[in-house]
């Protein structure tokens, strides 16, 4: 199959384009290298795939750039282009966030149309959930996002519906619970808090620790979004998480112990936007996407602290 990812430079996008690859599919990425972190990053992240001829670059941005023939000529599109982010996303910035996030999809949405009707696999967030009624979230939970990246998440994934009622463009949503692993943004707790451990610089703790995630690992996630292109059913949504929820304050005493260092935390207030707990219910993933996670969190968190390790020594990260 020939797809096409947007975003194809990030974090979970460039892992996506991997695997795409490596099962034997052509893959068009796209990416326009947004200034949310540094450039020489994302050009590691795609490094892998550059090196494979299945695999086409092209730079460009998709809030301005038309990308119906790209979409059209392929057999589904990727979409997880987006500006990420919970605490960037007050006040002036989130007209970045209306754009890499929402007008984006949009133009996503309308390429898929164009062509015919290409599938289209959207990455929302639990972010959509704000602080989730009750826990487990199952996907029919109500949506009450707390922060305007959230907002802009829950924006597209109504574009999605609104695209497959008004026109059958087959739109199939997840939404991923806290992706960490090798890769991972740098503005994301555990690449601070795993950076600051091998450095030895200070650890900047957002609250009082207690608050919990269900942490879900890359190659979990990127599993999830390469099955839901074809065993998705049209027009739902998926939860994608990893399984267990821990303490920040625990996965702090897990990288304690795995990078043997001793941690240097200075606790600052908590920030708004930032939800108290998130969990999963991944029962719908599991029965119709096959999904099955298979990383703990300590080992997922020891291939992240040895990729760090690496980017740190070739000078990817500073
Ligand atoms: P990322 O920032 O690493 O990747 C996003 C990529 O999209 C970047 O490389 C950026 O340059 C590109 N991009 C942004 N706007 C663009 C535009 N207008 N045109 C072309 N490219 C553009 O982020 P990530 O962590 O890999 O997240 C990927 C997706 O998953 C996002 O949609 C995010 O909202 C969603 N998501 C991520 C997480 C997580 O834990 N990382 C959790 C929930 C949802």
């Known amino acids: 199959m020939r797809y096409v990812v947007t975003g194809a430079a990030g974090f979970i996008g460039s892992s996506v384009c991997d695997v795409l690859l490596e099962g034997g599919h052509e893959v068009v990425g796209i990416d326009c290298f947004t200034d949310y972190y540094p450039r020489a990053i994302k050009e590691s992240n795609l490094a892998r795939a550059r090196a494979v001829p299945a695999f086409r670059f092209v730079e460009l941005d998709l809030a301005e750039a038309d990308v119906t023939s790209i979409a059209g000529d392929s057999d589904g599109v990727f979409h997880l282009a987006a500006q990420p982010g919970v605490r960037e996303s007050w006040g002036a910035q989130f007209a970045t966030y209306v754009r890499d996030g929402i007008l984006a999809t949009q133009r996503v949405l309308e390429a898929a149309r164009a062509g015919g009707g290409k599938r289209v696999v959207y990455a929302s967030s639990s972010s959509v959930y704000g602080n989730a009624e009750r826990l487990p979230a199952a996907e029919t939970a109500t949506l009450r996002p707390i922060s305007p990246y959230g907002i802009s998440k829950h924006a597209g994934e109504e574009l999605c519906s609104a695209y497959a009622a008004g026109f059958g463009v ?70 994608i998480g990893g399984g267990a929820r821990w303490t920040v304050r625990e996965i702090l005493g897990a990288i304690g112990r795995i990078t043997g260092r001793t941690l240097n935390l200075l606790q ?15 029962t719908k993933a599991r029965r119709e996407l096959g999904y099955s996670p298979k990383s703990d969190v300590m080992s997922g968190l020891a291939e992240q602290v040895a990729w760090t390790r690496r980017a740190l020594a070739s000078g990817v990260l500073d």
């Open 170 to 239: 087959p739109a199939v949503t997840l939404r991923y619970f806290t992706v960490y692993g090798p890769r991972q943004r740098p503005d994301m707790a555990f690449h601070r808090f795993i950076k600051s451990a091998l450095t030895g610089t200070p650890i900047r703790l957002h609250g009082d620790g207690s608050q919990s995630r269900d942490f879900t690992f890359v190659a979990d996630a990127v599993t999830a979004t390469v099955s839901a292109m074809t065993r998705g059913t049209p027009g739902a949504v998926y939860n």
């Open 268 to 282: 600052t207030d908590a920030q708004p936007g930032d939800v108290r707990h998130t969990e999963a219910d991944t």
